[in-house]
């Protein structure tokens, strides 16, 4: 079955044909980056903007590019949450309007559950029966937390961020530092060659009944508000290039702090796993990948990184997650508005 993705919850311009749940045909991602960079984040009103302007040609292209006519899709599929809302809205109601004109079914996806099905393509990518049950980290720009999967379908959220998300703490901390927009990968760079150790900055370890969301355990929720909140205080005393440590020592002991957490809570969850996966835009981040990798070589259980094309924003894994069963169809489907917050289950 051929199924045609749409991505839009937040700044990417995305679509995607991908066959039987895990042959990618194509996968066009637009970028907006450098509408945003001058903002150091997203701009909903631009996003959402660019969206309508760039979707109907992202759509043909990952038609022409998967060698498909039009009557060869057999299933039209879109985010309809979590994200923002007016960019969602543009990518759903572009895929229930194509669903209709094509007389083909509809299905409205969750980016996060998109996210798990990113795991299982690319070459070497498992089948998904080969890692259940297994522990996933989801980090990105909007989202942070470790998921319980059971096997497709079934989830447990184990733990989430209470305030901010790694990306967005990444972002941040690129702009005080004058890095530059995105944070993680300009972050990721700069880091390069310093010492992890030359500040010490928070960890954001949650305090036992601090009340997370959700009644979840404390100890495998996490908080990037006070990582932020420390950098800034501490380039006001030592501003960066002055006599206190280099760019790359402070970029270095941020990062650090950041992926400590992540990992901590990776390994508060791993207990009855098979796999430690981890999905998501901050999955492609070189120290966290390398601290996972040490932790799952430790817990004995395997690693499974998604595969950097399919890491960040992109249709193909939403096309993957509806070609493997999984979403809203029918009516249902039909009925379905952009839900900012959408739950994974």
Same mark, same amino acid.
């Given at each position: 079955?051929?199924?045609?993705?749409?991505?839009?919850?937040?700044? !990417?311009?995305?679509? =995607?044909?991908?066959?039987? @749940?895990?042959?990618?045909?194509?996968?066009?991602?637009?970028?907006? $980056?450098?509408?945003?960079? %001058?903002?150091?984040?997203?701009?909903?009103?631009?996003?959402?903007?660019?969206?309508?302007?760039?979707?109907?040609?992202?759509?043909?292209?990952?038609? +022409?590019?998967?060698?498909?006519?039009?009557?060869?899709?057999?299933?039209?599929?879109?985010?309809?949450?979590?994200?923002?809302?007016?960019?969602?809205?543009?990518?759903?109601?572009?895929?229930?309007?194509?669903?209709?004109?094509?007389?083909?079914?509809?299905?409205?996806?969750?980016?996060?559950?998109?996210?798990?099905?990113?795991?299982?393509?690319?070459?070497?990518?498992?089948?998904? @029966?080969?890692?259940?049950?297994?522990?996933?980290?989801?980090?990105?720009?909007?989202?942070?937390?470790?998921?319980?999967?059971?096997?497709?379908?079934?989830?447990?959220?184990?733990?989430?961020?209470?305030?901010?998300?790694?990306?967005?703490?990444?972002?941040?901390?690129?702009?005080?530092?004058?890095?530059?927009?995105?944070?993680? %990968?300009?972050?990721?760079?700069?880091?390069?060659?310093?010492? +992890?150790?030359?500040? +010490?900055?928070?960890?954001?370890?949650?305090?036992? @009944?601090?009340?997370? %969301?959700?009644?979840?355990? %404390?100890?495998?929720?996490?908080?990037?508000?006070?990582?932020? $909140?420390?950098?800034?205080?501490?380039?006001?005393?030592?501003?960066?290039?002055?006599?206190?440590? &280099?760019? &790359?020592?402070? =970029?270095?002991?941020?990062?650090?702090?950041?992926?400590?957490? /992540?990992?901590?809570?990776? +390994?508060?969850?791993?207990?009855? &796993?098979?796999?430690? =996966? &981890?999905?998501?835009?901050?999955?492609?981040?070189?120290?966290?990948? !390398?601290?996972?990798?040490?932790?799952?070589?430790?817990?004995?259980?395997?690693?499974?990184?998604?595969?950097?094309?399919?890491?960040?924003?992109?249709?193909?894994?939403?096309?993957?997650?509806?070609?493997?069963?999984?979403?809203?169809?029918? =009516?249902? @489907? /039909?009925?379905?508005?952009?839900?900012?917050?959408?739950?994974?289950?």
């Amino acid at each position: 079955m051929n199924v045609l993705g749409i991505e839009t919850s937040c700044d !990417e311009t995305a679509a =995607a044909v991908v066959r039987d @749940g895990c042959r990618v045909l194509s996968n066009v991602v637009l970028s907006q $980056t450098d509408l945003h960079a %001058p903002y150091g984040g997203v701009v909903p009103e631009i996003a959402s903007r660019r969206h309508a302007e760039a979707l109907p040609g992202i759509i043909d292209e990952a038609r +022409r590019r998967a060698g498909l006519a039009w009557h060869e899709i057999d299933e039209v599929a879109a985010t309809a949450g979590p994200g923002l809302a007016a960019a969602l809205l543009v990518g759903l109601s572009a895929g229930k309007g194509l669903a209709l004109a094509l007389e083909r079914p509809f299905c409205g996806v969750n980016h996060l559950e998109a996210h798990l099905y990113s795991l299982f393509l690319g070459a070497s990518a498992p089948a998904p @029966g080969e890692i259940c049950p297994c522990v996933a980290l989801l980090v990105s720009g909007g989202h942070t937390c470790l998921v319980r999967v059971e096997r497709p379908g079934s989830y447990r959220m184990l733990g989430r961020t209470v305030d901010d998300a790694a990306g967005e703490a990444f972002d941040k901390g690129a702009n005080l530092l004058g890095l530059g927009y995105p944070g993680g %990968p300009a972050i990721d760079r700069a880091a390069r060659g310093g010492a +992890r150790d030359a500040v +010490r900055f928070p960890r954001g370890r949650q305090r036992k @009944g601090a009340g997370c %969301p959700d009644g979840l355990d %404390p100890a495998l929720c996490f908080s990037f508000s006070g990582v932020k $909140t420390a950098l800034l205080y501490y380039l006001r005393e030592h501003p960066a290039g002055g006599a206190g440590p &280099a760019v &790359a020592d402070i =970029a270095a002991s941020y990062q650090e702090a950041i992926v400590e957490a /992540l990992v901590r809570g990776c +390994r508060g969850a791993l207990e009855g &796993a098979r796999c430690l =996966a &981890a999905a998501g835009g901050v999955a492609l981040n070189g120290r966290l990948r !390398e601290r996972l990798a040490a932790l799952a070589a430790a817990a004995g259980v395997r690693l499974v990184l998604a595969d950097p094309a399919y890491c960040t924003d992109n249709a193909a894994m939403v096309a993957a997650a509806a070609g493997a069963g999984r979403g809203i169809r029918g =009516a249902a @489907g /039909l009925r379905l508005d952009a839900w900012p917050n959408m739950p994974l289950a």
